[in-house]
Nanobody
Framework: EVQLVESGGGLVQTGGSLRLSCTAS????????IGWFRQAPGKEREQISC????????YYANSVKGRFTVSSDNAKNTVYLQMNSLKPEDTAVYYC??????????????????WGQGTQVTVSS
């Protein structure tokens, strides 16, 4: 079974940066996609990015475009989300999710098969 573990969350001031990691284990698919999501208190879950495991294809929600960058280290089965110019409205629990046997070549908004436990990101004003 696929397991995903997020790390790298924390408390940062407005304008600061954080890098989240999503490390996967148990993946057997040659091609798969990882999506990044976030959910703030009282709000619906929002997909903010997705990336193919090759790293060749990546997509972003308008809310983070230009500030967040997703990358993939296939050898480490790890996907990174570099978050720059953070704003208080970026405060949320961030999750990564996996879909297998999917050679992503365009934006993918689900469904995803496996989810991580989430990591808290708090941006203070």
């Amino acid at each position: 079974e696929v397991q995903l573990v997020e790390s790298g969350g924390g408390l940062v001031q407005t304008g600061g940066s954080l890098r989240l990691s999503c490390t996967a284990s148990g993946i057997t698919s040659a091609d798969y996609a990882i999506g990044w999501f976030r959910q703030a208190p009282g709000k619906e879950r929002e997909q903010i990015s997705c990336v193919s495991n090759s790293g060749r294809h990546s997509y972003y929600a308008n809310s983070v475009k230009g500030r967040f960058t997703v990358s993939s280290d296939n050898a480490k089965n790890t996907v990174y989300l570099q978050m720059n110019s953070l704003k208080p409205e970026d405060t949320a629990v961030y999750y990564c999710a996996n879909v297998g046997d999917y050679p992503m070549d365009g934006p993918y908004d689900g469904p995803y098969d496996y989810w991580g436990q989430g990591t808290q990101v708090t941006v203070s004003s």
